[in-house]
């Protein structure tokens, strides 16, 4: 490699986007050649000066409040808004609050047994999903393509029932990972509405069936045969009951 | 909560900040940025159901880039280069007043000589330096080949290095 060649590269080496072969070749220019180890070193040293000061511009505060009050429906941080003597009163009341939810909250966090931190992560992945491309890894409304696809892809293997009769369309099915673990969610659609179903080892008794609500979605839980079932949509509740039922009888 | 809302929430919402940051580096003040990034937003959330990538982020910063280019050729802007103010820098909550002050003029040296790059370059830079963005995300956003960004990149380091070379010695 002569300079000429390596001049570029060199900014490519600096920017991590060069192969194992591409870095070694420009290594061992830049131990032979003094100016363009110089070069290098200068650029170097731009590099960190520029990452040791912070140089990005940030939206003000009021600015991004403004912009959370017109696209998202609730603010991001109503807590910013409290001033003065509010803070006081606030906190007065977030407190009581606080001693309520625990309360309420006390039972269920026994019956639900800790499952309110895979809830989120479930609904998250279900709203990700909802993007087109996101959907299904394997897009198929055969049963006999979308079980047979999770072989070796997870240890189990995921009931995929044909539910057409009763109106649930299968569209397929995709890989996700849960908890850490691999998770099957199959995917159906019942008029405009997405239903999934995920299902993950977790060994345990079985239970009947669980209603969370969020945001607007439906998440309806239950353990069969040592596996955890989740069926999350914002369908019909009385229609996700029927889905749940149905995979629970196949 | 509405879908679109949720979605919008989770994929465009999150690149807001390095949104309005390249678009104050292209249109380089405080209240243009702002409208530019709402208008992004906006176009965003119309289009998020016809969005196929798998990269809101670059497609995101594509769109603010399209909509700071626009309003830059329109000559719509409501002031030239505006001096740095002091009242938009992050806090600095360190307890030695005179790093902090130190860091500060460093900081403005270094943004000077980002923005009197041109266009081509500076944009080059902000996505690679500041957002920490790859050469494939930056062609992506950028809309040129990856040799292009590789080039340009080059280009603009070399000019920052004879901008800020000098001076780093007698800093140092």
């Known amino acids: 490699m002569n300079c000429r060649e ?14 194992m072969a591409g870095s070694a070749s420009i290594d061992l220019h830049l131990a032979d050649c003094r100016a363009c180890a110089a070069q290098y070193a200068a650029l170097q040293g731009l590099h960190d000066e520029i990452a040791s000061v912070d140089l990005a511009y940030a939206p003000g505060a009021a600015f991004e ?43 269920a966090l026994r019956t639900g047994s800790g499952t309110d931190a895979i809830a989120t992560e479930i609904l998250d992945d279900h709203l990700r999903a909802l993007e087109p491309m996101h959907q299904v890894d394997v897009p198929s409304s055969d049963q006999h393509t979308v079980k047979p696809w999770f072989q070796g892809k997870t240890s189990f293997s995921p009931p995929v029932p044909d539910l057409t009769g009763e109106d649930f369309i299968l569209i397929g ?78 | 909560m509405d879908t679109r809302v949720r979605t919008f929430e989770l994929t465009v919402w999150p690149h807001m900040r390095a949104a309005y940051n390249l678009a104050r580096w292209l249109v380089r003040n405080n209240q243009d940025a702002e409208d530019i990034v709402q208008e992004s937003l906006l176009k965003a959330y119309k289009a998020q159901e ?35 103010k002091p ?9 030695d007043p005179e790093r902090a002050l130190l860091e500060q003029s460093r900081r403005q040296r270094v943004r000077r000589a980002i923005a009197q790059l041109a266009p081509e370059f500076r944009e080059a830079i902000v996505l690679r330096e ?14 040129i080949p990856m040799g292009t960004v590789m080039s340009r990149l080059s280009r603009a380091r070399n000019l920052l290095l004879v901008e800020l070379g000098g001076a780093k010695e007698v800093s140092a």
């Not at chain 1, 001049?7 to 986007?17: F, K, Q, S, V, W």
């Not at chain 1, 807590?79 to 606080?98: D, E, F, H, I, K």
């Not at chain 2, 500041?130 to 809309?143: C, D, H």
């Open chain 1, 6 to 19: 390596a001049g570029p590269l060199l900014h490519a080496r600096l920017d991590n986007e060069l192969d």
């Open chain 2, 50 to 84: 016809s969005f196929r990538g798998n990269e809101p982020k670059t497609w995101m910063l594509s769109i603010v880039r399209n909509t700071a280019l626009d309003f830059l050729r329109r000559g719509k802007s409501s002031a030239e280069v505006v001096l740095e």
């Open chain 1, 65 to 107: 409040r403004k912009l959370a009050a017109r696209f998202l429906k609730e603010p991001k941080s109503p807590l910013r808004l409290w001033t003065g003597n509010w803070l006081t009163a606030s906190a007065m009341a977030a407190a009581t609050v606080g001693v309520i939810v625990l309360i309420v909250s006390m039972p």
């Open chain 2, 87 to 95: 009242g938009f820098e992050p806090r600095d909550h360190s307890p």
């Open chain 2, 130 to 143: 500041i957002e920490g963005l790859s050469y494939k995300e930056i062609a992506s956003v950028l809309g």
């Open chain 1, 173 to 250: 099915g995709r890989l996700e990972v849960l908890n850490q673990q691999p998770a099957a969610a199959i995917v159906y659609r019942r008029r405009q509405h997405v239903i999934d179903l995920y299902v993950l080892p977790s060994p345990g008794a079985d239970s009947k069936t669980e209603l969370r609500e969020q945001g607007g979605y439906h998440l309806l839980h239950w353990m069969q045969n040592n596996m955890s079932y989740w069926a999350v949509s914002d369908v019909d509740l009385t229609d996700l009951r029927t889905f749940a039922d149905l995979i629970r009888g196949k």
